[in-house]
């Protein structure tokens, strides 16, 4: 923890530059190394097409969110001559930054535009700061600040982040032999229980009259109700009940969530258990000291039943398969849930020597020369 001072609770202020900036640099190593791992699981048929280009989708609306802070705490550290925060991390759980950094960040992207036209430009910033070096001879912190916080709004600007709520988005994927269409929806949250972004998709039937994405009723009410389901504290058979109760002609056949996280790191974060020992021991060089967990949860419908709707009508009713082993289904109320991390390979050999309980049935993703993924049980 030399690298975090200002602890507070859970949560530690980045103050030092070089600390800050080697984060941001192992995050974006690790962004890059989740669109691999979904390529490995793609080869491998554990996920398919549609899942990858979602998934990446998400992961590089990540990398642009880490890059714009960046961008906003580039000076933090140095006199800049006003007051300025630093990035808030998670040190207990989750080693990402805290939800209220997205909130944030979303608000001032809000006023991208209107600051970015009251600011000189990137080019006008750096004559001034040559004329600061050459004639003046001092060091241009203040202007390196101002320039910093013009490309943090630059990057808002652009836009394609990963921001606190990531709204669905309806796909079609193919239309049914009993009329109805099959369409894939996903959104995204940075979980504020956990300050973890989470993905989800789900693939449903509608049997109604106007295709989902073009019904102006139905969609909004669709998208309000999953998105207020979001939450990383509720069961995957909580959330697909709650929804094929709530719409009669939307009929939920599969749901899958993706918890991207948590970032494990002997230099930044403070978890307990094997892994920080793990990290500990492997006394990686930088940029190697880190490991992150990947956990993917999946619920399927098993079979429809049908249930009294009014006087004589009826409706289709899912009845989802559970975890047949162990009654683990009840507990964790998915068809099936599969835990991976994905480490350096200095890291991975010394956690293969200590071998703790509960690692054999995690999938491990080793990085290695040259960025290289290979796959491990």
């Known amino acids: 923890m030399s690298d975090t001072v200002d602890v507070s609770g859970d949560h530690a202020g980045l103050l030092d530059t070089f600390a800050s900036r080697r984060y941001f640099r192992k995050f974006e190593r690790i962004t890059q190394h989740l669109m691999r791992v979904s390529a490995v699981m793609q080869a491998e048929g554990r996920l398919s097409n549609a ?3 979602v998934i990446t989708r998400y992961v590089s609306k990540l990398s642009f969110t880490f890059r714009a802070l960046s961008m906003k705490y580039l000076l933090v550290g140095r006199d800049t001559g006003q007051f300025f925060g630093s ?17 944030t960040m979303a608000n001032d992207a809000a006023q991208a535009e209107k600051h970015l036209a009251n600011m000189p430009s990137v080019e006008q910033y750096k004559e001034q700061m040559v004329r600061r070096i050459v004639g003046d001879q001092e060091l241009p912190t203040k202007l390196q ?17 990963f921001w606190a709520q990531n709204d669905p988005e309806c796909l079609w994927v193919e239309n049914l032999a009993n009329g109805r269409r099959k369409f894939l929806i996903h959104w995204a949250v940075y979980d504020s229980q956990v300050n973890l972004p989470v993905v989800y998709l789900m693939e449903l039937e509608d049997s109604g009259k106007t295709a989902l994405p073009k019904d102006q009723y139905r969609w909004p009410e669709a998208q309000a ?7 990383a504290g509720l069961k995957l058979l909580t959330i697909a009940k709650g929804f094929d109760e709530s719409f009669q002609d939307l009929h939920p056949k599969s749901l899958r969530r993706f918890h991207l996280g948590p970032m494990y790191s002997h230099g930044y974060t403070r978890q307990t258990g094997p892994l920080r020992e793990v990290l500990e021991e492997a006394r990686s060089p930088e940029g190697e000291d880190w490991a992150l967990a990947w956990t993917r949860e999946e619920l399927e419908s098993e079979r429809v039943e049908q249930e009294r709707a009014g006087w004589f009508g009826t409706v289709d ?10 009654g683990r289904g009840a507990d964790t109320g998915a068809t099936r849930m599969e835990r991976s991390i994905i480490l350096p390979q200095r890291p991975y050999q010394v956690l293969e020597e200590k071998n703790p309980p509960g690692f054999s049935s ?8 040259g960025g290289r993924v290979l796959s491990y049980r």
Do not use: I, W
Not at 87 to 103: I, K, N
């Open 51 to 53: 899942d990858v280009e």
């Open 87 to 103: 990035l808030s991390m998670d040190t207990r759980e989750s080693g990402f930054p805290v939800h209220r950094e997205l909130l």
């Open 145 to 161: 600040f101002a320039l910093s916080q013009r490309l943090y709004y630059e990057e808002l600007a652009r836009g394609e982040l």
């Open 225 to 231: 109700h999953l998105m207020g389901q979001a939450l």
């Open 317 to 326: 009713r899912e009845v989802f398969a559970l975890d047949p082993f162990a």
């Open 362 to 369: 995690v999938r491990k993703f080793v990085v290695g020369a």
